[in-house]
């Protein structure tokens, strides 16, 4: 029998290792934004895998990724004022895993799904509700910037015992029950109706002073005129606009000139 090829033994080995590598894995790549949270037999390891190529153990070591970049959740929320008022919001939340705390987000709970919905929807819930309590319905929509920097501190501080940071929070479209819309309508009507007519009646007494002055202002004009007028002044008041005829009086026999008989006897003296 003729021996077999040595060439063809060592393919066969490298064919069969090249089988056992892609079948059994012995290494694992972790992507940008990623954490490798490696486990032997199921046990999560200390060690956190970052971004590259790692060795494993084939069988016995498994590695579940993470990721650590911002995510953006929102969700629908409700809550009570401090005046019992019902308040609506879309809470938009933007979180991340701690990096070098991935292997302890997994083993506590889980995947980033898991996160969300065991840790950051009751959380967003129990902090909206604790904030929204401390002001009037009044006060959270001036006062929109404190209850917003209210919610966001307690919230990185209840979330931060999960591992897992806040970068960002936005109370989107706050609004109330369509009976307290309704009344906050009709409180504004009212005090725009009370501040025209307040300014009608501030109106109507400038106009009544300012008529006031007016009639005092006619009344000295007539007593100053009343002092100054003599009957010097108004026999030259009388030669400027006498135009050169004589008033006609109607008699029995025609029309005659009016003539003043004292002046006619001084003439003729």
Avoid: C
């Avoid at 809550?79 to 083993?107: C, G, M, Y």
Wanted: hydrophobic residues 45%; negative net charge; glycine residues 6%.
């Amino acid at each position: 029998m003729k021996s077999t090829n040595p060439s063809i033994f060592a393919a066969a080995i490298a064919i069969l290792l090249l089988i056992i590598t892609i079948a059994f894995k012995p290494f694992v790549i972790v992507n940008a934004g990623e954490r490798g949270v490696i486990m032997q037999f199921g046990q999560v390891q200390e060690q956190v895998l970052g971004e590259g190529l790692h060795l494993i153990v084939p069988i016995v070591n498994t590695v579940k990724k993470l990721s650590i970049r911002v995510q953006k959740h929102q969700v629908p929320a409700q809550a009570a004022s401090k005046d019992l008022q019902d308040v609506f919001t879309d809470v938009a939340l933007n979180w991340h895993i701690i990096p070098e705390q991935a292997n302890r987000v997994f083993q506590q709970i889980g995947a980033e799904s898991e996160v969300v919905q065991r840790i950051i929807n009751p959380a967003i819930e129990e902090v909206l509700k604790a904030v929204m309590a401390l002001y009037t319905a009044e006060q959270i929509i001036t006062k929109r910037g404190e209850v917003k920097a209210g919610i966001d501190e307690q919230l990185q501080t209840r979330l931060a015992q999960y591992n897992i940071a806040v970068d960002g929070i936005s109370l989107v479209n706050i609004h109330f029950s369509q009976r307290f819309s309704e009344a906050v309508e009709a409180k504004q009507i009212a005090e725009q109706d009370a501040k025209r007519a307040e300014f009608l009646a501030q109106k109507a007494t400038q106009e009544a002073l300012a008529e006031v002055n007016r009639a005092k202002g006619q009344a000295e004009a007539q007593r100053l005129l009343r002092e100054n007028l003599t009957s010097e002044i108004l026999q030259k008041q009388a030669i400027e606009k006498w135009d050169g005829h004589f008033p006609m009086v109607l008699g029995g026999n025609g029309a005659i000139p009016f003539i003043n008989i004292d002046q006619e006897d001084a003439l003729t003296r």
